[in-house]
């Protein structure tokens, strides 16, 4: 099965999806592990794993370097094993501060009423994770402070009871949905039957208005 391709890193902008699509494809070919794992001893090895491994290096080291920009080629393919390689691209743009950045987006996040609901939640979740975002009674009274008022007070509701938790906000919200498609169902149901109902002027038969009548 071909492999995705990956759009070439040209600087700190989408190192981290970079990363996990080179990681990806580096296990899919099996030699992702020679990023990770200690080579083995020249002297104590078996001839032929030290040629597998050296192998896998090789192959490792070219997957990484295609995977970068023509400009960054030139300046990291000096490093001579896999290793070394992925560590210097990672000391200039995995920095510290992406933690920050995340619980900066989820600080900012506002949820849209027009939106779905239950999506906007899953990525508030995904944006407390990116954050490494550990405290989830926090993370709850978040969402609860962010939703709209009627499903905010429920879940705030909770903390009277000994505390919320995330899962209590995707109860409250899962049921808002539920409640607002029966809702809309009802509405739907409702009209029908009007329609039904309804008696044309014009030919005194039920079903339709005036405006819409064959007969006419």
């Known amino acids: 099965m071909a492999s995705l391709p990956i759009k070439p890193l040209d600087g700190g902008d989408g190192y981290h999806r970079w990363k996990e699509s080179v990681l990806l494809r580096l296990r899919s070919v099996d030699v992702a592990h020679v990023l990770f794992d200690d080579p ?17 290096d090789e192959v490792c080291r070219g997957h990484i370097l295609a995977a970068l920009s023509d400009r960054l080629f030139h300046d990291y393919s000096r490093h001579a094993t896999s290793r070394a390689l992925w560590q210097a691209v990672a000391r200039t743009y995995d920095l510290d501060t992406m933690g920050y950045l995340w619980r900066l987006r989820l ?42 008022e009627d499903i905010g007070v429920s879940v705030t509701f909770e903390k009277d009871k000994g505390g919320i938790c995330t899962e209590r906000v995707w109860e409250v919200a899962r049921e808002q949905v539920r409640r607002g498609m029966q809702q809309e ?13 309804r008696v044309c002027w014009s030919c005194d038969k039920p079903g339709h208005s005036a405006r819409n009548c064959r007969a006419a």
């Open 107 to 148: 600080d900012e996040f506002r949820f849209d009423r027009d939106a779905p609901l239950l999506d906007q939640i899953a990525q508030v979740e995904a944006l407390a994770v990116a954050a490494d975002f550990g405290n989830d009674e926090f993370l709850a009274y978040i969402l609860s402070r962010k939703l709209q």
């Open 185 to 197: 169902l009802e509405t739907k149901v409702t009209m029908k039957e009007y329609q039904e109902g």
């Open 40 to 56: 083995p001893a020249p002297a104590a090895a078996d001839p032929a794993a030290l040629k597998k491994w050296a192998r896998d």
